[in-house]
């Protein structure tokens, strides 16, 4: 007998008896997810519950300022940021391998965390509350494409999963972790998140950094994110956000493709559409979305973003392929 309003109280109570007197963090992706876990804890612990926000570098144009603000104004949530960009960058230089990069970006999220606690523990001063918890806004598929969060992952390690490090000093919470994402909006809206938030798309934790089919550098990741807010703009003004469950933006930055633009020729990357529709992510078909719509964000790019030279669509349903390239 499922209902929203059983699942937050039960998820409320649940949390109390876990955490207790002691102080929890939670890290804020900028997604759906980690927002409603983090109101989830909030609303059964208060002001035990700090978050914390790690810009990696690897978000998406906006999406920093989005969580500093909106999020914390709809929550009033203590909001501890962190700029990591040059910690992660330079851990992820050289590194191609997408399973690589994934643990790669787990590792130092949480050894990031580790530091804001220290941090924290720091600033509560001769208190010293202990702060024991890390609050992930892990969902039902998340453990079962990271093969059951055993850590050995038999899909992808999703960085709140099977990414994580065997040595993490924190005991999780994950009250989402037996929902599916239309379930997780729901409790959202019941615990009066705004619209902004709860009907966001679906955006991974490791952020672009698993959108560059290559290395990942400051210089790729800034040609992606234009790319990426142009087909958002579009899409956004096209009216399909809600028909289109999300649409991963990717860099092919091996590759290299000749083209002409100006008066000359070039030869640059390629950028994908990858715009798809689906219930919980676990399968997903391709989105037939309009081609007036595509012809648009095809000519932006190539036109306003330097170094990219062709605009390509994917059209594979999951499985075979999965919606991220990585
Ligand atoms: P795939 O690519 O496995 O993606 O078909 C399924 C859904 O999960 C998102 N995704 C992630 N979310 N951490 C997350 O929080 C991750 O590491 C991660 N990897 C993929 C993806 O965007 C899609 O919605």
């Known amino acids: 007998n499922w209902t929203t309003t059983s699942v937050v109280e039960e998820q409320v109570a649940a949390i109390r008896a876990q955490v207790g007197t002691k102080r929890a963090i939670c890290g804020l992706s900028g997604g759906v997810d980690s927002a409603v876990a983090a109101a989830l804890v909030q609303k059964a612990i208060g002001d035990q519950l700090t978050c914390v926000y790690v810009d990696h570098g690897l978000m998406r144009k906006g999406e920093s300022e989005q969580v500093e603000k909106d999020f914390v104004a709809a929550t009033g949530v203590q909001l501890k940021v962190v700029d990591a960009e040059e910690r992660f960058l330079t851990a992820l230089a050289g590194v191609s391998d997408p399973e690589q990069k994934r ?33 992930q806004g892990t969902l039902y598929p998340d453990i079962v494409e990271s093969g059951g969060g055993t850590g050995t992952a038999n899909i992808k390690s999703h960085h ?14 994950e009250p989402l972790r037996q929902l599916f994402k239309d379930e997780v909006r729901m409790v959202g809206t019941e615990l009066g998140l705004p619209e902004e938030i709860v009907q966001r798309q679906p955006f991974p934790g ?24 142009i087909a958002r703009e579009e899409l956004t003004a096209a009216g399909l956000d809600r028909e289109i469950w999300q649409c991963p933006v990717v860099l092919l ?36 979305m309009p081609y007036e719509v595509l012809a648009r964000i095809s000519t932006r790019i190539t036109n306003e973003v330097a170094d990219v030279n062709r605009v390509v669509l994917d059209v594979t349903s999951k499985p075979p392929g999965t919606i991220e390239w990585e």
């Open 103 to 135: 643990k790669i970006i787990g590792r130092e999220f949480i050894r990031v965390f580790e530091q804001a606690q220290a941090e924290l523990v720091a600033e509560a001063g001769a208190e010293g509350e202990e702060v024991a918890f890390l609050v």
């Open 253 to 288: 930055a091996d590759v290299r493709s000749v083209g002409v633009q100006g008066d000359g020729r070039t030869y640059g990357h390629p950028i994908v559409l990858r715009p798809v529709s689906s219930e919980d992510a676990m399968t997903a078909d391709w989105t037939r």
């Open 160 to 173: 709140n999963v099977g990414g994580l490090p065997d040595d993490i000093e924190f005991e999780l919470v």
């Open 206 to 229: 490791p952020g672009l950094g698993i959108r560059i089919v290559g290395e990942v550098t400051r210089e790729r990741l800034d040609l992606l994110r234009e790319a990426d807010a």
